[in-house]
């Protein structure tokens, strides 16, 4: 789960509008550490009210700090997964 953390965040840092927003309201240890813990939730298989409520707070905070849905997580996230998974598998 490390490496794909470490390469969502290297392809995050890649743009300049999304450092700043970083920077201002958090730092990347803590959304690396919150990432993992966001992955494994999502592939536990356990979704009820309790995980719900993560997500909408979740989303609350990123329109909070004005991170637009063009940086929504789940694309890029699905990207590292899988650039993760084939490239282990050769």
């Known amino acids: 789960m490390e490496s794909i953390v470490a390469k969502f965040y290297e392809n995050l840092e890649k743009e300049n509008s999304l450092g700043k927003i970083i920077n201002q309201n958090s730092s990347i240890i803590s959304l690396r550490t919150a990432l993992k813990g966001h992955i494994s939730e999502i592939f536990n298989?356990?979704?009820?009210e309790e995980f719900m409520k993560k997500r909408y707070k979740l989303a609350f905070v990123h329109a909070k700090v004005g991170l637009e849905p063009v940086y929504e997580c789940f694309p890029r996230l699905t990207q590292c997964?899988?650039?993760?998974?084939?490239t282990d598998s050769v």
Not at 45 to 48: A, E, P
């Open 81 to 86: 997964l899988f650039l993760n998974c084939t």
């Open 45 to 48: 298989g356990h979704i009820d």
